[in-house]
């Protein structure tokens, strides 16, 4: 078994010692039966995970060598739809296994609305809140209400809420603290969704045809392909077939058949850059983008409001106007950009690991020479450096 045969970018090397976890059951002794050492505050992370979680596969660049270490493969299975409540509310979970589109379209063929603009994401449930999954201006940090997980270092199962989880964009207190100990101390074992049903009170009542009406468009590219103004609700039918086209026109929708699609999405994450310099005092988003770089704010979770202290561009943007164009390859691999989307890198079919490392280097060092702006890659990298 390879990690080439478990991942949406088909690289990666052998794996040495395979585990599957069917129920939760499993996945709860698995973890118990490898514990992380509690080693102290201040400690240097592990120079290597020591043992790894796969379920989708649609965010992990594993190097040629593959991983010596255990794996455990996430296969568990099951979701729980709750009644609604009094205001339309309908809690929903999904162990972490599940794949995540395949809940996102029963969602909304149960009518409620909530997750319709995250359709097409590849993937599973578990590693949505790990990462705060986010696209066309919504994200799993909207509607999620509780996440249960294995504490690692105590062993314990724990029931974190969005105040616990700390979500930012593209992260959460489940990545950071990976990071900072160099492997996954809280594994997700269910996620908990608050959805809208029906007649619900809060923007998601049924339209004049009957049709379950969604929440507000957020995203402009979307309210166009919707025809529509920004913040108009539409019937979340609408906008998943929506999300689903304008997606799988960036290759973003997977397809053994298309090499565009054989990739972890978007590669980099859009920079987030500071407005506040200390020797100078506050700055502007002009002061600090390229000149013409789209600015957009940066919402805090919690209030619904913008950071003022910051501003998110466009990595896409940094990509193709520091000379990658779509298409672009590095030293004649068979890895290259994709020729729908800058932000993607993809294996053409025979591509190494390597050959997307070598890709990403380049890219990276190009947008820094350009603009003085370090991308950071958005998947899980394992046995490699950029």
Known sequence: MRFADLTTLRVGGPIAHPHEARTRGELVDFARAHPLADRGEGAAPLTAPDVLFVAGGSNLLVADEGFDGPVCLIRTRGIDWQDADADGTVRVTAEAGEDWDGLVAQTVERGLSGLEALSGIPGSVGATPVQNVGAYGAEVADCLREVLVLDRVTGQERVLTP????????TSVLKRSAAAL??????????????????????AGAGASGEVVGAAVRYRQLATALDVDLGAHVPVERVRAAVLELRASKGMVLDAADHDTWSAGSFFTNPILPLVDDAVGRVTAQDVLPEGAPAYPVLDHRTGEADPDVVKTSAAWLIEHAGFSRGYTAGGTAASLSTKHTLALTNRGTAAAQDIVHLARRIRAGVEEAFGIVLVPEPNLVGIDL
């Open 163 to 170: 105040d616990e989880l700390g979500f930012g964009y593209r």
């Open 182 to 203: 160099g492997a996954v101390r809280f594994v997700v074992l269910a996620v908990t969704f608050a959805l809208r049903a029906t007649g619900s009170e809060a923007g």
